[in-house]
């Protein structure tokens, strides 16, 4: 059996080279750009090296997706064309041109943050799944019962304690002045994408901590998802923590049914909470199902990755070429545009088949493309092989914090560098417009990214120990 999936504990692995490589001449460019290959590459253990986690590429994919949601979350202030499918947005009633590469399916979902939420919440469906489901098919009950005496009693502090430190210093951040810009900004919004929700700056320190902690209050319910206006992408959080508890239920109360009820009960209730536009909470049912799927693979030595990253039994071509099919087809679905759908080449057809009682074609597809492109890296090693490289496992072990942190930093000094490039480049064109833009993400990019290792040590890191110590001492 595999051990279980941790997506916020995966550690940083460092591709090994051999050392005779040094010794060949090498132009003083490949020397220069050599160490940053490194994380491009699959990684292989060697002596000296722990083997790679079996399920690493789960967290190599939730760092690529924390990514794309900050790609997101920075562009979609200067952009709006994005958020058209390919074809649909009708220019001459729009403005809108409609035929830009962003806009075809699977490349736009670099740029658009949705899709990657419900990537997000399958993920965490089958990591918080893995374990209890080992234990269930293999009838271990008392530790089965501890499993999930663990996960609920340290869900909350998991989630809750590095947003609320990263919060606090959003306070103080706003008390010091750096907000004052972006508040001003927002006021009469210069640019051509999404005036983004965001706090009031008050004169008085003690009327912006009142607010604070009325926003963060509203913040802590679970029950009534809200979006905090000091930063609107953390409405994920309440939600995280309420799904899982829900998914925790569902574990319990399946565990002792036949693999194979169980399997078909959750794939009704999936069906079931899509129906009735809870489809959240149906991705986190989707990840116990691929949970499932997982670990009938490893039992029977099917296509699981073992600790080299080599499948222990080849695919046949028609099996690889199937899962390729599931995969594409999943991504395509995911990648449903947020507008013009029903104008779309593909979506439209899909759209006028859809039944009525289906109120947002949008986010239903798009939910169940998110399960079937799990389903299909779950069916193919080979697929996988992008979210197995030392890049992908980094960005995965900072994902929480990379997500918690991006949204402050785009708003105090992603704003305020996109005009100062543009008085380089000008924006007058569009080459011009899109290079201030881009110039701006890299810097924002490296300023994130560092942040957000630096969270994960101080912070994330920290808090999950100190669950785990609350719950030892405490414990019976």
């Known amino acids: 059996m595999f051990p279980q999936s941790r997506l916020d504990g995966v550690p940083l692995l460092k591709a090994e080279f051999n050392?005779?490589?040094?010794?060949?001449?090498?132009?003083?460019?490949?020397?220069?750009?050599?160490?940053?290959?490194?994380?491009?590459?699959r990684t292989s253990p060697s002596a000296n090296q722990k083997p790679q986690h079996p399920t690493a590429w789960l967290d190599g994919l939730r760092g690529v997706a924390a990514f794309f949601v900050f790609i997101y979350h920075f562009q979609h202030e200067f952009h709006k064309a994005y958020n058209w499918g390919y074809g649909g947005a009708n220019p001459d009633k729009t403005g809108f041109v409609d035929h830009r590469l962003i806009q075809l399916p699977i490349i736009r979902l670099i740029f658009t943050g949705g899709p990657m939420v419900s990537i997000f919440w399958v993920l965490s469906g089958v990591s918080l799944s893995l374990k209890p489901i080992q234990l269930a098919r293999s009838q271990d009950w008392a530790r089965f019962f501890d499993t999930m005496f663990s996960s609920v009693f340290r869900r909350m502090l998991r989630l809750y304690i590095p947003v609320f430190v990263v919060q606090i210093c959003v306070l103080l951040a706003t008390l010091l002045g750096f907000y004052n810009h972006s508040f001003e900004l927002s006021q009469d919004w210069p640019f051509a994408g999404t005036n983004e929700m965001r706090h009031e700056v008050f004169a008085s320190a003690t009327a912006q901590i009142s607010d604070w902690w009325k926003e963060m209050w509203k913040f802590l319910n679970p029950f009534a998802p809200y979006r905090p206006k000091y930063d609107p992408h953390?409405?994920?959080?309440?939600?995280?923590?309420?799904?899982?508890?829900?998914?925790?239920?569902?574990?319990?109360?399946?565990?002792?049914?036949?693999?194979?009820?169980?399997?078909?009960?959750?794939?009704l209730l999936?069906?079931?909470?899509?129906?009735?536009?809870?489809?959240?909470?149906?991705?986190?049912?989707?990840?116990?199902?691929?949970?499932?799927?997982?670990?009938?693979?490893?039992?029977n030595k099917g296509l699981l990755p073992t600790s080299q990253g080599t499948s222990q039994l080849k695919q046949s071509k028609r099996s690889r070429i199937s899962w390729t099919v599931i995969y594409v087809f999943g991504l395509w679905l995911l990648s449903w545009p947020a507008w013009g759908g029903e104008r779309t080449a593909g979506y439209e057809t899909i759209q006028a088949l859809t039944p009525s009682f289906i109120n947002s074609p949008e986010m239903t597809y798009s939910r169940l493309g998110a399960a079937i492109a799990l389903l299909g890296l779950c069916g193919a090693s080979y697929l996988r092989v992008p979210f197995e490289t030392s890049l992908a496992v980094y960005l995965g072990k900072i994902s929480f914090p990379l997500y918690i942190i991006h949204g402050p930093i785009c708003h105090m000094i992603g704003e305020a560098l996109v005009p100062f490039f543009w008085s380089f480049t000008g924006n007058e064109t569009e080459i011009r417009y899109e290079l201030g833009v881009c110039l701006a993400f890299m810097v924002v990019a490296v300023?994130?990214?560092?942040?957000?290792?630096?969270?994960?040590?101080?912070?994330?890191?920290?808090?999950?120990?100190?669950?785990?110590?609350?719950?030892?001492?405490?414990?019976?």
């Not at 050392?19 to 590459?41: G, H, N």
């Not at 899509?274 to 691929?290: N, P």
């Not at 912070?459 to 414990?475: A, E, K, Y």
Request: proline content about 3%.
């Open 234 to 267: 953390l409405w994920t959080i309440p939600l995280e923590f309420r799904n899982s508890i829900i998914l925790f239920a569902t574990l319990v109360g399946y565990a002792k049914l036949r693999p194979r009820v169980r399997m078909t009960l959750a794939g």
């Open 447 to 476: 300023i994130v990214i560092w942040l957000a290792d630096v969270v994960m040590r101080v912070v994330d890191t920290p808090s999950v120990r100190f669950g785990r110590t609350l719950q030892s001492r405490w414990s019976l």
């Open 270 to 299: 999936y069906t079931y909470l899509a129906v009735i536009d809870q489809g959240d909470v149906g991705l986190f049912i989707a990840g116990m199902g691929c949970a499932e799927f997982l670990v009938i693979l490893d039992e």
């Open 19 to 41: 050392e005779k490589v040094e010794v060949v001449r090498q132009s003083s460019i490949w020397r220069a750009i050599q160490p940053y290959t490194r994380f491009l590459q």
